[in-house]
């Protein structure tokens, strides 16, 4: 049910870090510490002396990323409660950056997107912050109806849960408001949705 080749689609080129970077800054949301471990193993520990962390554990499939980060040792590590927690405590800290400074985004899709869009807001190109996609394929959805965002989409087409249309997830993607696009699916003749099809586990 997805169209193919939409120019719009993310590409998460991997996290990678950066050996010029005079500081590190890392939004990291569940899996997504997973990341930042691997990239401990193959470009060393130093680079954690002038880290950042902000972690949240939403989604995490397991329960010591925490931990594992902790014991990494960086410059500072701070674990917020929930993603809109984290994205205010990483708007802030993008407030006071300086020049030099690396920043790297990790996790599901819709927790990048959100991440993005903070950056974007302070003036940060895109195409300057390493990203990478771990856990949950799930899908944040706007509908494009009544223009309301659910986040977690797992099925196609769902039920949107701010005006009940019967949404097909498409591919077409939003940087604006990091989202994917839900288009009616049964406009013609209500009604008439097929059973959903679970296509982002």
């Given at each position: 049910m997805l169209v193919a080749g939409i120019k719009s689609r993310p590409v998460y080129s991997g996290l990678n870090i950066d050996p010029n970077a005079r500081r590190h800054l890392f939004a990291?949301?569940?899996?997504?510490?997973?990341a930042l471990l691997d990239q401990v193993k193959?470009?060393?520990?130093?680079?954690?002396?002038?880290?950042?962390?902000?972690?949240?554990?939403?989604?995490?499939?397991?329960?010591?990323?925490?931990?594992?980060?902790?014991?990494?040792?960086?410059?500072?590590?701070?674990?917020?409660?929930?993603?809109p927690v984290l994205l205010n405590r990483f708007n802030?800290?993008?407030?006071?950056?300086k020049m030099g400074t690396r920043m790297y985004v990790s996790g599901t899709e819709g927790f990048i997107g959100q991440a993005m869009q903070v950056a974007m807001n302070h003036g940060?190109?895109?195409?300057?912050?390493?990203?990478?996609?771990?856990?949950?394929?799930?899908r944040r959805v706007q509908?494009?109806?009544?223009?309301?965002?659910?986040?977690?989409?797992?099925?196609?087409?769902?039920?949107?849960?701010?005006?009940?249309?019967?949404?097909?997830?498409r591919d077409?993607?939003?940087?604006?408001?990091?989202?994917f696009q839900g288009v009616c699916i049964d406009a013609e003749e209500p009604g008439t949705a097929p059973p959903?099809?679970?296509?982002?586990?």
């Open positions: 990291l949301e569940g899996e997504g510490a997973l193959s470009a060393g520990q130093d680079f954690l002396e002038k880290t950042e962390i902000l972690y949240v554990a939403t989604g995490s499939r397991a329960e010591d990323h925490d931990r594992k980060l902790a014991a990494l040792n960086p410059h500072d590590l701070w674990t917020a409660p929930t993603i802030a800290v993008l407030g006071q950056a940060v190109d895109q195409a300057s912050i390493f990203t990478e996609h771990r856990g949950s394929a799930a509908c494009v109806h009544c223009k309301g965002i659910t986040d977690s989409v797992r099925t196609s087409p769902f039920t949107c849960t701010h005006c009940g249309l019967s949404l097909l997830v077409h993607y939003s940087r604006r408001i990091g989202a959903p099809e679970e296509l982002f586990p």
